[in-house]
């Protein structure tokens, strides 16, 4: 049965996405990504023009994923800002531990593309950060935390600094590091917020 315009892109974006993620985008050829999906560059080309163009809508495509998803463990979370921010620090030290891990997708290709400030995959990247962010620091005030905009770009720090620890050194313990460092964050902004109010 013929595939539909929608399936095989949903297959072109399914297929570059695990290529790009394994190999980088400058290394995958549209040869290689009409391969994988089993359809003619003629093909390939008549849903995205450019690899370029491929790559935002893979981007695009993956963001919707991720925020989904982050919103679906956001869900699951309950209990003090504590066991939210452990929760969310032992995730990252299960999903380090994939074979052939590989970090954020969307750090790695911004990294590569960090010579074309004007890409538009690297426009995805920042709103795509930038939201996790954002759905974080929503999570921190519903648990009554104060200043939680600011907590949470300070865990959202400590969380891709010990991704890209643990891709140098191959070492999951940086996520149960800076667990320990974004506990001791929320001590001192909760003692802050106390002072704060004892002098109000």
Known sequence: MPRSGETTRRQIL???YKLFRRSGFSRVSMDEIAAATGVTKRTLYHH?????QLLA??????HVLAVAAF???????SGSPAAMVEAMFRGLAVWSDRPRWAGSGFTRLVVELADLPGHPARAIAR??????????AQLLERAGVARPRECA???WLLSEG???SILVHGDRSYADAAAVAALKLLRVNASRSRRRHAGA
């Open 48 to 52: 995205f023009k450019s690899k370029d």
């Open 14 to 16: 399914d297929a570059a």
């Open 127 to 136: 709103r795509h950060k930038s939201t996790l962010e954002h759905e974080l």
């Open 57 to 62: 809508a893979v981007l695009e495509a993956q």
């Open 162 to 164: 010990a991704i890209a």
């Open 71 to 77: 919103r679906t463990f956001g869900d699951r979370l």
């Open 153 to 155: 770009r300070e865990i």
